[in-house]
């Protein structure tokens, strides 16, 4: 079946750190891979994504490649600031057979920045 | 922008209770979709809908029902809780099934049963 793998947190970091949060998908077909991100005490917000293979996803100084071969779409930023402490989701959307398309979520990554 | 609306943001209810959480998006999204968050566990999806009057349950539905009457308002229910239904929820939209649509969040609603 479908599913994402997170590497696990906490990551710790010091401000202006560069960042890496691993994310590796297993999917049917071509789906889409999110990231999201999660404020203490906010709901989730779309930080991301991309739709097909090598596309590249940024925003906010953040980018993730979707990578077919090696079923890969990790989060990166050259400088993390205190402000990125948050969860960060990865997920992914796949066609199934019903009417709608589930997001598939990791177990999220908590990013602590400290300054 | 995007607005997903949860009706309550803290609920604490005792067991047994029925409980109505209340979710309107206000973009004519015709996929809605609640979850809930428990630590270690990720997000796990309890229910959706395609259609107003449409559902079809998610992983975990035990204990759960929902009701869309109006494309913008989604209802969880929980009909008599119980203590394990302690837990954040999220409520979700997106505009279509395709799969490069995302999925909006509201704040979640954290509730508490005691």
């Known amino acids: 079946g479908n599913s994402v793998t997170q590497m696990e947190g906490p990551v710790t970091l010091s401000e202006e750190a560069f960042l890496t949060i691993n994310c590796t998908y297993t999917?049917?077909?071509?789906?889409?891979l999110f990231w999201y991100v999660q404020y203490p005490g906010e709901g989730l917000q779309l930080l991301l994504k991309?739709?097909?293979?090598?596309d590249k996803g940024s925003n906010k100084g953040f980018e993730a490649t979707y990578r077919k071969e090696t079923t890969s779409f990790h989060l990166e930023k050259g400088s993390v600031q205190v402000s990125d402490s948050a969860v960060y989701f990865c997920?992914?959307?796949?066609?199934?057979?019903?009417?709608?398309?589930?997001?598939?979520f990791g177990t999220g990554t908590l990013l602590a920045v400290q300054p | 922008d995007v607005k997903v609306t949860q009706s309550s943001r803290y609920l604490v209810k005792r067991t047994g209770e029925k409980v109505f959480l209340e979710c309107v998006q206000d973009?004519?999204?015709?996929?809605m979709f609640w979850y809930r968050q428990d630590p270690g566990l990720g997000l796990r999806l309890i229910y959706f809908?395609?259609?107003?009057?449409?559902?079809e349950k998610g992983d975990i539905p035990e204990g759960y029902s929902v009701s869309r009457e109006k494309k913008e308002r989604f209802s969880l229910i929980l009909e008599s809780t119980s203590t394990n239904q302690t837990s954040m929820y999220l409520c979700?939209?997106?505009?279509?099934?395709?799969?490069?649509?995302?999925?909006?969040f509201g704040d979640g609603t954290r509730l508490s049963i005691l």
């Open positions: 991309a739709t097909k293979a090598d």
């Open positions: 809908s395609y259609d107003v009057k449409m559902k």
């Open positions: 979700a939209s997106s505009l279509s099934g395709s799969s490069n649509q995302p999925q909006h």
């Open positions: 999917a049917t077909g071509y789906p889409s």
């Open positions: 997920a992914l959307k796949t066609l199934s057979g019903g009417a709608t398309n589930k997001l598939i």
């Open positions: 973009m004519d999204h015709e996929n």
